[in-house]
């Protein structure tokens, strides 16, 4: 998606992928750095482990406790940080000795650089969710699958988004007992219950990893919550398209939509973070589909 966006906006850039094993996230920092990326975003297990391995963190990495996002910036002579790209780019040097003819560098080579570590992944859910489902978060009632990484973040975002109660359900039932005390702290006006609830609510969501693998089974307990008293289910996997849960929420007619959307949102967000630029979303999107479904 981000090549295509780059494309899109005719900037030379380029985003590339490497596998970076967790021993060696500190040093592939440090080589981005050396080498004037403009930034990188990280996925798991990196995004805990990048919190302490940045120079300075945003407050979106700060409130969430995860980097998925890197900008370089560089000291400008006057001593303010700007981002790399606003630096010229360096005059390289020919084979015969002379100068490329490439502009001058507009604010000279930064002598310093440092990594700034923000977290687009929480804004994207809840732009997902009110553009694929028309859902707005104030004053609703969730159902949330999922206390890990991904889902103890949605839930402290929907707190935050000011939901009116909020039912976490997770097989280890201590994480989402955790993150109802840490929500509990922190947003004491939002009702926060640890299991599924008695009543309708207005969204499901799915944060647990279950549906990734073929034949996975849907990460609601039926028996326990039944769709008929959800309106809209997410799920935030992408791949499959259609996980065991969306097939069984799309058969009780509940609204769904798969993660794409959330996939989308925390790009497109990094993106702009990187290039200064609005991020060309229908191009971004129709990019990620033709990669992850070919059509
Ligand atoms: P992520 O960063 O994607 O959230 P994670 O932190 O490993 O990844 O979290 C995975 C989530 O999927 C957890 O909520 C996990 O439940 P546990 O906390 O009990 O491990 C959930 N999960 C994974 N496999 C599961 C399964 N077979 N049944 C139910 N939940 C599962």
Redesign the pocket.
Known sequence: MHNAAFAALGLNWRYLAFEVPPDHLRAAIAGAKAMQFAGLNLT??H?LLALDMVDTLDESAKKWGAVNTIHFEGRHARGDWLPLREFGVPSRQLRDGTKHPTQPPEGGTPNEIRAVGFNTDAGAIVTALREDLKVELRGAKVLL?????????AALKFAAEGVNSLFLV????S??EAAAVEISKQFPSVGVTVGYPKTEVEVMVN????GLKPG??S?LDEKQFSLRQVRAVYD?IYNPAETALLKAAKAAGCKTANGLGMLLHQGAKAFEIWTGKTAPLKVMRRALEQSIYGH
Do not use: Q
Request: net charge positive; aromatic share 0%.
């Open positions: 798991v297990p995004k699958l999922g206390a890990g990484g991904a889902g103890r973040t997770n097989r280890t039932r994480k989402a944060a647990t990893s279950l996975d089974p990460p935030m």
